[in-house]
């Protein structure tokens, strides 16, 4: 098949570049295990979504999540990170590595960021899109922008590790139950599958099939957490 007979999601797509809200410049990575990795920096939505179609199905496509430096001309290292817009909670399936989730284990993913969503309502926090990323799921938390430096760098980073860690404790029971994991998703340069592209990793299989990847829920707007922002940035350091 070739590449571009793979499903994409435009609107998706272009409604994951909206919720970056990145206020200059955008870095994406396209990585397949076998290939040299390829990156590049896009300006603006019609570019993103451009890169993505053109190599969706031939690699997996990765943006990065933090706001990268005004003028970077290649992949973001923590010291390129100028502002935090969003927190990525991930969730996946317990499985081998680059091996494709089952519809068992995926379906088990999914009723599990049900259970989790209640944790934002119950705490007055804003309501968090969610996606299926062809694997698993992962929650998307919306905030104000918060400047990045070197002064604030490291403490950033411990914050939201430490924010990681109180979700992976309170939802123990639950995402053993599920046989679910909560990756590691806190350091600055973190990059995040685009949703609306095609997941390709690993071999697939009848029983573990390549699947689109997309939001589960899209109807609102987006909407700047910022009593979240403000729990995050009190939590102490552990």
Known sequence: MEANQYPFNEEDVRLHYRLLKHRYITELRMLRRGLYPVCRIVNGEEQFVSVCRRYNGKRNIYAGLRDRRK?????????????LQSIV?????VRESETPSTKKELDAAIRLTTIMKKWCSQHGYEEPFIAMT??????????????????NRFDITRKIETFEKLMRNDFKKELKKYNCLMDRMYDLPRIVRVIGTYNVKGKPTAQRPWRLSYWLNKSKARQEDRKLLRFILNLKIE
């Open 89 to 93: 909670l991930d969730i996946d399936p």
């Open 134 to 151: 062809g694997n698993g799921c992962c929650f998307y938390f919306l905030l104000p922008f918060y400047a990045i430096n070197d002064r």
């Open 71 to 83: 003028g970077l001309k290649s992949a973001g290292r923590t010291e390129d990170i100028c502002g």
